[in-house]
């Protein structure tokens, strides 16, 4: 086979490969399910042609990028490709490595590095991405009830532990489309995607209530929390992203005040 012919493979192949990796570290760049599964097959069928014409070396590596690729649809981080070569096959390899590492820092700007979940920041894009859309959605702005005493008590470490398994918690509460985040301190918020309904809002909020007031053990010792959790309805309660957040916060103080461990409904 020429070397011409040899060198467009590659370049073919390392595009579709580009292509899937980039929708699966930025979905938002890639259009059309139906594009994608189209490159995805292509990618597949060229990777088995240079497998079979290119010889071993070059289906090792190239084995390795299908690896390195299915270990991210598996949502893991994988480790780095490390080769020394330069030529197309090797620059996909450099590329497949930018990609992700561009990923972890988006994810790490993003994330509460304590819990894992959603920042303030992660939470505002995905609520601007939804109103930019037109979505409806539901937000639970909610603050743990007696926490302060069990971190004076206990100290920070019996603190933080409490804080992960509450963020446990809430996650297994919701929907895996559903958005769970820590704002700082004991305050959290949960993005309802699609849900509207003031009794299946009721009912979700209730169930995080009894979750969280059912007495949990850490570090050898028993601890009992509650939540007072504000629930304000987008776009309706909210022009804006920020004065969505703004209402549900005031509205979770109301609860407060009103006696804890409770939910209301801005409007």
């Known amino acids: 086979m020429s070397s011409l012919t040899t060198r467009t493979l590659i370049f073919l192949t390392c595009a579709l490969t580009l292509a899937q990796v980039s929708h699966l570290v ?14 995805v097959a292509l ?3 060229l990777v088995l042609g240079m497998a079979y014409l290119l010889g071993n070396q070059d289906a090792a590596l190239i084995a390795r ?49 304590l819990t894992g979940l959603a920042n303030r920041r992660g939470v505002l894009q995905k609520l601007e ?18 926490f302060k005493p069990i971190n004076d008590t206990y100290g920070h470490e019996a603190g933080d532990a409490v804080l992960r398994r ?4 809430f996650t297994a509460a919701v929907r895996d489309n559903d958005l769970v985040a820590r704002l700082g301190g004991d305050e959290f918020l949960i993005i309802l995607f699609g849900m509207t309904d003031r009794d299946q ?27 007072s959790i504000g629930i304000t309805v987008g776009p309706q ?23 804890r461990n409770g939910f209301k409904f801005y409007s």
């Open 26 to 39: 930025f979905p938002a760049m890639v259009g059309g399910l139906i594009g994608f599964i189209l490159a």
């Open 43 to 45: 990618s597949f069928v």
């Open 65 to 113: 990028a299908m690896t390195f690729i299915k270990t991210l649809e598996g949502g893991q981080a994988p480790d780095p490709i490390v080769t020394p070569r330069r030529d197309e096959l090797g620059e996909l390899m450099h590329a497949l490595n930018r990609l992700t590492n561009r990923d972890k820092a988006v994810q790490q700007a993003n994330s509460d590095a």
């Open 129 to 146: 991405a939804a109103y930019k859309a037109g979505k409806p959605l539901a937000l639970f702005y909610i603050d743990l009830d007696k």
């Open 166 to 169: 509450v963020a446990e918690l």
């Open 201 to 227: 809002l009721s009912e979700r909020a209730q169930k995080i209530i009894d979750l969280v007031s059912e007495p949990m053990w850490v570090n050898d010792v028993r601890v009992k929390l509650g939540a």
């Open 237 to 259: 309660d909210g022009a804006t992203v920020e004065a969505l957040m703004a209402a549900a916060d005031e509205t979770m103080y109301a609860v407060k005040k009103a006696g």
